[in-house]
């Protein structure tokens, strides 16, 4: 039996170049970069109670790990959605995750520790990868040889 070139792209995947790799990693960032920004920006909006209501998970003071989460939602957001020191930005990042699921959500049942992982799971497997060429890193590495 003969298997047509489509059908076995079909079937096992069309070769990745880096730049369609480059390509996914980008859509990746600003898909879970925007769904990450979603927490921050509700935590920015109830600004004015959330710091005195905030859990103080490691006992830093609630105004303080209010500050933090919301570095990590939203500045380190951006990084991470342009690749600008893309590592360095999911460091705070997979630290909140890490916080949510490990120590806030310690006791709760799976459902509720889900989507604390998933974020978890996303931004190690990105920090692994590596936010590819099409990046602000990619520029500036470039720039700088």
Not at 6 to 22: E, T
Not at 79 to 105: D, E, K, N, Q, S
Not at 109 to 126: G, H
Request: aromatic content about 14%; hydrophobic content about 55%.
């Amino acid at each position: 039996m003969v298997i047509t070139e489509k059908f076995k792209s079909l079937l096992f995947g069309m070769p990745q170049s880096s730049s369609v790799r480059s390509v996914l990693l980008l859509l990746v960032r600003i898909i879970f970069g925007l769904m990450f920004l979603s927490h921050g920006i509700g935590k920015w909006i109830a600004f004015s109670d959330s710091p005195n209501t905030f859990p103080d998970p490691l006992h830093i003071g609630g105004a303080l790990s209010f500050w933090l989460a919301l570095f990590a939602e939203v500045v380190c957001t951006f990084g991470f959605m342009l690749g600008a020191l893309y590592r360095l930005c999911l460091i705070p990042m997979i630290f909140t995750m890490l916080v949510a699921v490990l120590v806030v959500h310690s006791g709760d049942p799976f459902a509720t520790k889900e989507l604390a992982l998933m974020y978890l799971t996303i931004f190690v497997l990105m920090f692994i990868s590596g936010p590819g060429i099409f990046s602000m890193d990619a520029v500036l590495k470039g720039f700088f040889k």
